[in-house]
């Protein structure tokens, strides 16, 4: 497996269309812990960023044969990401430790995130850290009712970002939140004014890096303890229009790795356009400590893992945010595929 | 080559790796293992999955046609294409074929 610790994390920087995400990355790259940031930008706007390393990409995608649109590969970010490595080996460019890709406002970041866990070269030099979406306090529950951009967008974000808040009323930002916060309970939630000088732990903290990976994995719990804390409010937990909704499962027996890489792998075969994330924190028998799980659509990124538990609390919890797809669905198939470990299964086989 | 495949350019699928920390098993051991309770779903299709080599895995149907697959992501896609079928954890009749397994 490559190793994970030694690639240059990417963010994706995405939000509909005048959502602010470039004023959003303006603030967050004066942070000196950002001092050696790359920037890829899909369209330049009226808001000059200015950036050391700035470059600007065309959109075109290279769809592959199974015609999922989240499997294809953006061949102008394939081009840009090898480009950019060239430079940097070549000391054409000064170095960066990290690169953010601001999307269009009308973009998907899937394909993005499947070029770079699935490129060949890409994969070797590069790896997913996390989605960072803007929503436009003032527009952005209409664009969330209106657009399946915008409602994907958001549901596959590592983070929220409500912009433009001070031109918002507080109720509207507060229902807007309430709706983000149903949408995609395992993203942390806040408002661009909150960004401070601690902004940059929106980019840097993941589940890769050593310092982030506790606050990061205390983020995904806390989307769990509101899924279990308020079933009034999970029940809820329901886009009509695009059809999009977040839950979280509990297992209490430790699971077995193969079962559920079983039952996982043929779920994201058949519905995997329709599982916008999984975020997972597994209990796996035989092992001491909890196991990551991240997966966007079709795309699991490599197992992670905590050095200890967070707690006392040793139970398997999953979040899930799709399309289409019921919770008890999805749980009674869990259970299912991990009771392939009892004997009378086994036995048949 | 299948999107899905997570062996692309020789890297090991996620499903393949030890989970981290693991208690360590052979890694041969592992996937029988893994191979068993595949077949405990596979059976359900009329299919029947081996290991091969170590690294790859052998996918036959029942008439005798045989596929050669690199991990599991790859295995549905194939799984479908040999049995004719939709390959849905989700399926109804699955789900009760794997809820009663002392039929």
Sequence with gaps: MVDYTVLTPVNILTGFLGSGKTTLLQRLLTS??????????????????DHHLLQNVAESTLLLENGCVCCAIRGDLQQALRDLLSKRMRGDIA???RLVIETSGLADPVPIAYTLLREPVIRHHYRLS???????????????????E????????????????????????????????????????LESAQVDADGDRLLIDDIYDAGGRPREVARWLAADDLGRGDRAVQALAHDH?????SFSLTFEQPLDWSAFGIWSTML??????DVLRIKALLNVAGVSTPVLINGVQHLVHP?????????????????????RLSRPQIERSLAAFTALVNPQHVGTA | MCSLCGMLEGQLHWTESKPPAAQVHSQ?????????????????????????????????????????????????????RLCGRRCDPLDERLLVWLEHPSR
Aim: proline share 2%; charged share 20%; net charge positive.
């Design chain 1, 32 to 49: 000196p812990q950002l001092a050696e940031v790359a920037v890829l930008v899909n369209e330049l706007g009226e808001i000059g960023l």
């Design chain 1, 95 to 97: 170095h960066f430790r």
């Design chain 1, 130 to 148: 996390t989605i960072l979406t803007t929503v436009d306090a003032l527009n952005g529950r209409g664009q969330l009712e209106t657009f399946a």
């Design chain 1, 150 to 189: 915008a409602s994907k967008q958001a549901a596959v974000a590592d983070r929220l970002i409500l912009t433009k808040t001070d031109l918002a009323d507080a109720d509207s930002v507060h229902a807007l939140a309430a709706h983000l916060r149903r949408l995609n309970p395992s993203a942390l939630l």
């Design chain 1, 241 to 245: 229009t695009h059809d999009i909704q």
């Design chain 1, 268 to 273: 994201l075969h058949r519905h995997g356009g």
């Design chain 1, 303 to 323: 197992p992670s893992h905590l050095d200890a538990w967070p707690g006392a609390d040793r139970r398997s919890r999953l979040v899930f945010v799709v399309r």
């Design chain 2, 28 to 80: 041969w051991r592992e996937r029988q293992a893994r191979v068993r309770l595949v077949n405990a779903v596979l059976q359900h299709y009329g299919l029947k999955l081996t290991e091969w080599s170590g690294k790859s895995y052998v996918l036959s149907s029942r008439t005798g046609r045989t596929v050669i697959v690199d991990n599991l992501s790859e295995l549905w896609g194939q799984a479908e």
